[in-house]
């Protein structure tokens, strides 16, 4: 099994920044993806940035030059740094890892989702 925990949201105002992360833990082999996901009241969760283990990133279009997602493969972490925060990314974010889960005779595939942490921009 393997646990995610995330830590880092609240409210914030308009052109404020937060910090996400992301720690998982447990049976954790090698971890191919990390992502963060977020999804506002009555919208369908949305990719927001991810990470992949060959070191490329992807964002979607309303953060970029905003937010920045990296990696600490050590400490198998996922953070997700939001600056020049608008009302509009308020939501629930998520973490998402892809990983391999067990050992080097016995793994599996596995995909986990973060509880979700709130994160709110407003005056």
């Known amino acids: 099994q393997v646990q995610l925990v995330e830590s880092g949201g609240g409210l914030v105002e308009p052109g404020g920044s937060l910090r996400l992360s992301c720690a998982a833990s447990g049976s954790i082999f090698s971890i191919d993806y990390m992502g963060w996901y977020r999804q506002a009241p009555g919208k369908q969760r949305e990719l927001v940035a991810a990470?992949?283990?060959?070191?490329?990133?992807n964002y979607a279009d309303s953060v970029k030059g905003r937010f920045t997602v990296s990696r600490d493969n050590v400490k198998n972490t996922v953070y997700l740094q939001m600056n020049s925060l608008k009302p509009e990314d308020t939501a629930v974010y998520y973490c998402?890892?892809?990983?391999?889960?067990?050992?080097?005779?016995?793994?599996?595939?596995?995909?986990?989702w973060g509880q979700g942490i709130q994160d709110t921009v407003a005056s």
């Open positions: 990470h992949t283990s060959g070191g490329s990133t």
């Open positions: 998402n890892i892809k990983l391999m889960e067990g050992t080097i005779l016995r793994r599996k595939r596995s995909d986990y």
